[in-house]
């Protein structure tokens, strides 16, 4: 039984070789996502229009706060000459404003948070697409992001870095 099943072994063994050089070679990348990401211009010209809506943003702010500070001011300066119901009127007044510019500091910075989303999407979009597409066209099993230590090894004699590939690819 030994022998039949030895024989039928070693009868196997030119056929898994030849299937085993049919099998394409195991190709993989990976890069730096934020280095790619930095480097494109789409990604400057996106960065300027936040940091250009975020200057409106905190100016608005800004003139908001010195608005309350100065009404506050003139509020300590002639309290105690108030009468109690007109004291009361102000101080509410005072609580009025404080309270709208605490809401719109809340709102401008969920709008920021939603107008920095939909301003690098694109950029987002096209990295990515430029990524899969040199996977596609490179024959890549897939490509790792190896940014904040999520691939903390890398057989470079098996895996490519096309970080700089990227960089040029998307210039």
Same mark, same amino acid.
């Given at each position: 039984?030994? *022998? &039949?099943?030895? !024989?039928?072994?070693?009868?196997?063994?030119p056929? /898994?070789?030849?299937?085993?050089?049919?099998?394409? =070679? @195991?190709?993989?990348?990976?890069?730096?996502?934020?280095?790619?990401?930095?480097?494109?211009?789409?990604?400057?010209?996106?960065?300027?229009?936040?940091?250009?809506?975020?200057?409106?943003?905190?100016?608005?702010?800004?003139?908001?706060?010195?608005?309350?500070?100065?009404?506050?001011?003139?509020?300590?300066?002639?309290?105690? *000459? &108030?009468?109690? !119901?007109?004291?009361?009127?102000?101080?509410?007044? /005072?609580?009025?404003?404080?309270?709208?510019?605490i =809401? @719109?500091?809340?709102?401008s910075?969920?709008?920021?948070?939603?107008?920095?989303?939909?301003i690098?999407?694109?950029v987002?979009?096209?990295?990515?697409?430029?990524?899969?597409?040199?996977?596609k066209?490179?024959?890549y099993?897939?490509?790792?992001?190896a940014?904040n230590?999520?691939?903390?090894?890398?057989?470079?004699?098996?895996?490519?870095?096309?970080?700089?590939?990227?960089?040029?690819?998307l210039k």
């Amino acid at each position: 039984m030994k *022998k &039949l099943f030895f !024989s039928f072994v070693f009868m196997l063994l030119p056929l /898994l070789a030849m299937a085993q050089q049919s099998v394409p =070679a @195991f190709k993989f990348a990976y890069f730096s996502y934020d280095k790619v990401l930095h480097a494109m211009a789409d990604y400057a010209t996106a960065t300027r229009s936040y940091n250009d809506l975020k200057a409106k943003y905190d100016a608005e702010t800004k003139r908001s706060v010195e608005d309350f500070n100065s009404r506050y001011e003139d509020f300590l300066d002639v309290q105690r *000459k &108030l009468e109690p !119901s007109i004291l009361r009127k102000r101080q509410a007044e /005072l609580e009025e404003l404080m309270d709208r510019n605490i =809401a @719109f500091r809340k709102e401008s910075e969920r709008l920021l948070k939603k107008a920095e989303e939909d301003i690098y999407a694109p950029v987002h979009a096209k990295l990515n697409n430029a990524v899969r597409q040199m996977g596609k066209e490179s024959g890549y099993a897939f490509i790792l992001n190896a940014d904040n230590n999520s691939v903390p090894f890398v057989n470079t004699a098996m895996g490519e870095d096309v970080t700089e590939a990227l960089i040029a690819a998307l210039k």
